[in-house]
Antibody, heavy 122, light 107 residues
Framework: QVHLVESGGGVVQPGRSLRLSCAASGFSFSGYAMNWVRQAPGKGLEWVAFISHDETDKRYAESAKGRFTISRDNSKHTLFLEMSSLRIDDTAVYYC???????????????WGQGTLVTVSS | DIQMTQSPSSLSTSVGDRVTITCRAS??????LNWYQQRPGKVPKLLISAASSLQSGVPSRFSGSGSGTDFTLTISSLQPEDFATYYC?????????FGQGTKLDIK
């Protein structure tokens, strides 16, 4: 059974940094691309970042470019999101989501963690 | 970037109703369109991929159709557990984008 568990969220001041982690189990982590998707309180879903299974391809939403870095440690089955220069509007629940990419569908977010809440506030 | 627009944003419905949600892309995305369900306080769940392919375990009352720029999600007979928010998402190209969501609530 696929299991994704995010951690690292919390309250942080604007301009500071935070590192999120996502521990994966129940599937061959090194064989899947992964994503981060966020949801501001009471709002819709927003894709944040993508990383290929072997880290050779990384992509970011415009809102994350230059401030967020996605990475992974396949030996530890863990996905990361390093966030810097945090802003008030980065406040959201951050979900890690497995990428169920196949040619017919391309990226789907086929399994999700429970999310970790990041609150940016002074 | 591709913009996804859903309509309606919200819908008051009843158990047993047939519901159709539409999703429009700002440019052609072929059939690279997925639908997600998010129940209140829960994690999003993938329902349909590639516009019309039902995920394993998803009830057959859910169906999807469309290609190019216009897509629909249909629930043939609403059940109590279907009252949720539904999102479309294009997987044609990054940045991946979601619609703003359609919330179904009880009339």
């Amino acid at each position: 059974q696929v299991h994704l568990v995010e951690s690292g969220g919390g309250v942080v001041q604007p301009g500071r940094s935070l590192r999120l982690s996502c521990a994966a189990s129940g599937f061959s982590f090194s064989g899947y691309a992964m994503n981060w998707v966020r949801q501001a309180p009471g709002k819709g879903l927003e894709w944040v970042a993508f990383i290929s299974h072997d880290e050779t391809d990384k992509r970011y939403a415009e809102s994350a470019k230059g401030r967020f870095t996605i990475s992974r440690d396949n030996s530890k089955h863990t996905l990361f999101l390093e966030m810097s220069s945090l802003r008030i509007d980065d406040t959201a629940v951050y979900y890690c989501a497995r990428d169920g990419w196949v040619a017919a569908t391309r990226t789907t977010f086929d399994c999700w963690g429970q999310g970790t809440l990041v609150t940016v506030s002074s | 970037d591709i913009q996804m627009t859903q309509s309606p944003s919200s819908l008051s419905t009843s158990v047993g109703d047939r519901v159709t949600i539409t999703c429009r892309a700002s440019q052609s995305i072929s059939s690279f369109l997925n639908w997600y369900q998010q129940r209140p306080g829960k994690v999003p769940k993938l329902l349909i991929s590639a516009a019309s392919s039902l995920q394993s375990g998803v009830p057959s009352r859910f169906s999807g159709s469309g290609s190019g720029t216009d897509f629909t999600l249909t629930i043939s007979s609403l059940q109590p557990e279907d009252f949720a928010t539904y999102y479309c998402q294009q997987s044609y190209t990054t940045p991946y984008s979601f619609g703003q969501g359609t919330k179904l609530d009880i009339k």
